[in-house]
Antibody, heavy 116, light 111 residues
C-alpha cells in the first residue's frame, strides 16, 4: 500500500522558517518524481515544487522561488521542503504527492500557519 | 500565471450527467495532453480521477470521463451519485517554470 506521511508543519511568525518532511512507502521512491502542492484555507490547490528521481532537476512556482527548497533523500525514502522567509500568504495545508504533472498518491497534508 | 478557469459551482440530480469545464490557453491545456482531474471531499486529500485528458486510473468509476477541445478540457460525470458531491480540480502542465497549473476548482452539489 502506498503511503505518504507529512510532518513538520506548525505555527511560525512572518519571516520564519519551517522544514516539511514526507515519508514514503509502498512504492519505489527513487524512481518517482515527487511534488509539493498546497491549499490555503478555503481555497484551491496550488502546485509549489517538484523534483526528479535523482534530485538533479527541481522546479518551483514563481511565488516561492528563492525562499523554498525542495530536496529528497532516496536512502531514507523521504521528501523535504525547506521554507524560509515565510509570509502570511504561505499559510496552507501542504501535501506531498507522487508525480511530476499528475499526482496519483497524496499524503494527508501538513498545516503551515504563518501569523504574527 | 493565472489559474485555469473553472466554473465555481455546478449541480445535478442523482442519475443525471454534468460537465465541468477547464479553460486555459494554447500554452497549457491547449498545447499539451497533460490534463488531469481530481476529486476532493471536505477535509480529505485530493484523488486523481482522470489523467492524460481522458485516462482513468485503476479503480476509478467509468462514470467519470474526460475530453479536450482546443484550450478547454472537460470532465463529465454520468449517473450522478450522492457521493460524487465535492470539489473538482483540473490541472495541466505549463512551460512557465516547467511546472504545473491548477484550475480554481468547482463545487459539485448533488441535489
Amino acid at each position: 500500500e502506498v503511503q505518504l506521511v507529512e510532518s513538520g508543519g506548525g505555527f511560525v511568525q512572518p519571516g520564519g522558517s519551517l522544514r516539511l518532511s514526507c515519508a514514503a512507502s509502498g512504492f519505489t521512491f527513487s524512481r518517482s518524481w515527487m511534488s509539493w502542492v498546497r491549499q490555503a484555507p478555503g481555497k484551491g490547490l496550488e502546485w509549489v515544487a517538484n523534483i526528479n528521481e535523482d534530485g538533479n532537476e527541481k522546479n518551483y512556482v514563481d511565488s516561492v522561488k528563492g525562499r523554498f527548497t525542495i530536496s529528497r533523500d532516496n536512502t531514507k525514502n523521504s521528501l523535504y521542503l525547506q521554507m524560509n522567509s515565510l509570509r502570511v500568504e504561505d499559510t496552507a495545508v501542504f501535501y506531498c504527492a507522487r508525480g511530476r504533472i499528475y499526482f496519483d498518491y497524496w499524503g494527508q497534508g501538513a498545516l503551515v500557519a504563518v501569523s504574527s | 500565471q493565472s489559474a485555469l478557469t473553472q466554473p465555481a459551482s455546478v449541480s445535478g440530480s442523482p442519475g443525471q450527467s454534468i460537465t465541468i469545464s477547464c479553460t486555459g490557453t494554447s500554452s497549457d491545456t491547449g498545447g499539451y495532453k497533460y490534463v488531469a482531474w481530481y476529486q476532493q471531499h471536505p477535509g480529505k486529500a485530493p484523488k486523481l480521477i482522470i489523467f492524460g485528458v481522458h485516462n482513468r486510473p485503476s479503480g476509478v468509476s467509468n462514470r467519470f470521463s474526460g475530453s479536450k477541445s482546443g484550450n478547454t478540457a472537460s470532465l463529465t460525470i454520468s449517473g450522478l451519485q450522492p457521493e460524487d458531491e465535492g470539489d473538482y480540480y483540473c490541472n495541466s502542465y505549463t512551460p512557465t517554470s516547467a511546472g504545473v497549473i491548477f484550475g480554481g476548482g468547482t463545487k459539485l452539489t448533488v441535489l
